[in-house]
């Protein structure tokens, strides 16, 4: 069965400190993974999409790696504007996706 | 600006009532999506559509659904048959890169 879980759930940071969020995958033929961020009470806004093992994107503070298996999101010196929950999702067949359960960052100052 | 809209920003419902929720996008996307999130839960497909007049089931598709009469325009109906819909209800479309623009959600309460 094609899935998607991540890990940690929650996750307290000290800003400042830097940390790696998980998103594991079992879907065959991978067709791209995307990482989105979602604020409380607001839609998911789009990060990086992956397509192949070994590839990496960076966006400020944030750096996302994919392997054949899972998907990193490093997040370095974060500040607590940072905090959020973060979403991994992945195609599934045609134009649907799978999205794991998300991990909420707190990042204090 | 280009993006997704989506309104009521809160609903509430009263038992036996059906309810419709109201997305609008100006991105000229074709593919668009219906999810519901529930709290510690990721995204679930409520329904989808790729094309105009064609819309297809999501993996909770029960007590909801859907019309797609014009391509801006993809409006879910929460229809009493849905036992618990209290939720928060967020709306997509989709580029030809497989990135997703989501509307900023409706919240549904049942009274």
């Known amino acids: 069965e094609d899935q998607v879980t991540q890990s940690p759930e929650a996750l307290r940071l000290q800003e400042g400190e830097s940390s790696s969020l998980n998103c594991s995958y079992t879907?065959?033929?991978?067709?791209?993974l995307f990482w989105y961020r979602q604020d409380p009470g607001k839609g998911p806004e789009f990060l990086f999409t992956l397509y192949s093992a070994g590839e990496e994107k960076e966006k400020e503070r944030l750096k996302a790696t994919l392997t054949k298996k899972e998907s990193f999101l490093h997040i370095t010196a974060p500040k607590p504007e940072d905090s959020a929950t973060y979403l991994c999702?992945?195609?599934?067949?045609?134009?649907?996706?799978?999205f794991g359960p998300g991990t909420r960052l707190s990042v204090l100052p | 600006d280009g993006g997704i809209t989506q309104s009521p920003k809160y609903l509430f419902r009263k038992e036996g009532q059906n309810v419709t929720l109201s997305c609008e996008q100006n991105l000229n996307h074709d593919a668009m999506y219906w999810y519901r999130q529930d709290p510690g839960q990721g995204l679930r497909l409520i329904y989808y559509?790729?094309?105009?007049?064609?819309?297809q089931k999501g993996d909770i598709a029960e007590g909801y659904s859907v019309s797609r009469e014009k391509k801006e325009s993809f409006p879910l109906t929460v229809t009493s048959a849905q036992k618990n819909p209290t939720a928060f209800y967020l709306c997509a479309s989709c580029d030809s890169t497989g990135e997703l623009f989501f509307g900023e959600g409706s919240r549904l309460t049942v009274l």
């Open positions: 879907v065959s033929g991978l067709r791209g």
């Open positions: 999702a992945v195609p599934f067949y045609g134009q649907n996706f799978v």
């Open positions: 559509s790729q094309i105009v007049n064609d819309f």
